[in-house]
C-alpha cells in the first residue's frame, strides 16, 4: 500500500506563488508516474501535470503551461509542483497521485492507483 501525504496549500493574492509538496510512503518503486490534478467547487477533477519518474519526463495541461513546473527530488518518492503568477481560476483543491506500473504517465484519472488527501488551493484577485 501506497499514502501519499500533500502539503503546501494556502491563501495567496493574484500574481503570487505557491509550491506544493508531496510525499509517498509505503510500498513504491523506481517504475512510474507522481501528477497533480485539481477540483474546484462544482467542476470535475482535472488533470495539472505529471511526472515520469525514470525518464523525468514531464507534462502539463495548456492552462499552467508556462506558470506551473513539476519536479522530483532526489530519493523520487517526492513530487513538488511550483506555481507562479497565480490567477483565482487556480483556485481548487489540489490532490498529488502515483502510480507504479511502468515508464509510462497519464492525464487521465482512472490511470492513478492512488491518491492523497489534497490541499486546498485559494488565490484572491
Known amino acids: 500500500q501506497v499514502v501519499l501525504v500533500e502539503s503546501g496549500g494556502g491563501v495567496v493574492q493574484a500574481g503570487a506563488s505557491l509550491r506544493l509538496s508531496c510525499t509517498a510512503s509505503?510500498?513504491?518503486?523506481?517504475?512510474?508516474?507522481m501528477a497533480w490534478f485539481r477540483q474546484a467547487p462544482g467542476k470535475d477533477r482535472e488533470f495539472v501535470t505529471t511526472?515520469?519518474?525514470?525518464?523525468?519526463?514531464?507534462l502539463y495541461a495548456d492552462s499552467v503551461k508556462g506558470r506551473f513546473t513539476i519536479s522530483h527530488g532526489n530519493a523520487k518518492n517526492t513530487v513538488f509542483l511550483q506555481m507562479n503568477s497565480l490567477k483565482p481560476e487556480d483556485t481548487a483543491v489540489y490532490y498529488c497521485?502515483?502510480?507504479?506500473?511502468?515508464?509510462?504517465?497519464?492525464?487521465?484519472?482512472?490511470?492513478?492507483?492512488?491518491w492523497g488527501q489534497g490541499t486546498q488551493v485559494t488565490v484572491s484577485s
Open positions: 497521485a502515483a502510480h507504479y506500473r511502468g515508464m509510462w504517465y497519464s492525464s487521465r484519472t482512472q490511470d492513478y492507483d492512488y
Open positions: 509505503g510500498r513504491t518503486y523506481a517504475s512510474g508516474a
Open positions: 511526472i515520469n519518474w525514470s525518464r523525468g519526463s514531464t
